[in-house]
């Protein structure tokens, strides 16, 4: 079975704070994703990366960054964090397929870090 | 850009009973696959179904089927006999099917759009023993 795994169930920091969320796979999967999850809003993608060292920006990038620095971890940093940025975080990882990516593409999801910023 | 619209934050069901949880989405695109996730209060996602737009036929999988409506955008998922295990938040979620090879690897922006996925609001299920 896929195993997504994030260090933290819960984290409470304080505004200001630089914040590091990680997330290892154990499937040798490419992609890696980072979600938010908001009541009413469902889950958005913050930054997403398809190799180590590589990165694409998702629908809400401001105030994160991110680092792949090997391929089965990939970390969530909020340089200074904010009580805006007060959510549900869930990771996700992939596999690409050998030359389309097609259905069998499924995201498998780790179980989330609710942070709370105060 | 693609969006995902659940017009029902919140259902509901009698055990046995069967339910249908809606979704609608917008897209440009021909050729693209939709899904429906739980997530359960241990808040782990999980896939439920998967429906290929090239497909005419609706997927199944043991109680759960979808309504494919590809002209009017819709997505449908239909619990027959549902069971207390059942209640969670159901996800709908939109995933372009572009092109993607192994040889254009380092071309972020084509080979990463691919496996991105557009998730509705989310409705959240319950069912009444």
């Known amino acids: 079975d896929v195993k997504v795994t994030q260090s933290s169930r819960y984290l409470v920091k304080r505004t200001g704070e630089k914040v590091f969320l990680e997330c290892v796979q154990d499937?040798?999967?490419?992609?890696m994703f980072w979600y938010r999850q908001d009541p009413g809003l469902g889950l958005r993608l913050i930054y997403f990366?398809?190799?180590?060292?590589?990165?694409e920006k998702g629908d809400i990038p401001e105030g994160y960054s991110v680092s792949r620095e090997k391929k089965e971890r990939f970390s969530l940093i909020l340089e200074s964090a904010s009580t805006n940025q007060t959510s549900m975080y869930l990771c996700?990882?992939?596999?690409?397929?050998?030359?389309?990516?097609?259905?069998?593409?499924?995201?498998?999801f780790g179980p989330g870090t609710r942070l709370t910023v105060l | 850009a693609q969006t995902v619209t659940q017009s029902q934050p919140e259902m509901s069901v009698q055990e046995a009973e069967t339910v249908t949880l809606s979704c609608t989405y917008d897209?440009?695109?021909?050729?693209?696959?939709l899904f429906w996730y739980k997530q359960p209060p241990s808040r782990q996602m999980i896939l439920v179904i998967r429906?290929?737009?090239?497909k005419q036929q609706n997927a199944t999988e043991n109680r759960f089927s979808v309504n494919f409506q590809k002209a009017a955008k819709s997505f449908s998922l239909k619990i027959s006999d549902s069971q207390l295990g059942d209640a969670a938040m159901y996800f709908c979620?939109?995933?372009?099917?572009?092109?993607?090879?192994?040889?254009?690897w380092g071309i972020g922006n084509l080979y990463g759009s691919g496996s991105r996925l557009t998730f509705g609001e989310g409705t959240q299920l319950t069912v009444n023993p």
């Open positions: 996700a990882s992939s596999l690409i397929p050998p030359e389309r990516a097609t259905s069998t593409d499924t995201q498998y």
């Open positions: 979620a939109y995933r372009s099917e572009r092109f993607v090879l192994r040889g254009y």
């Open positions: 990366s398809y190799d180590v060292k590589m990165k």
């Open positions: 897209t440009s695109e021909s050729d693209y696959y």
């Open positions: 429906q290929e737009a090239y």
């Open positions: 499937m040798d999967h490419e992609n």
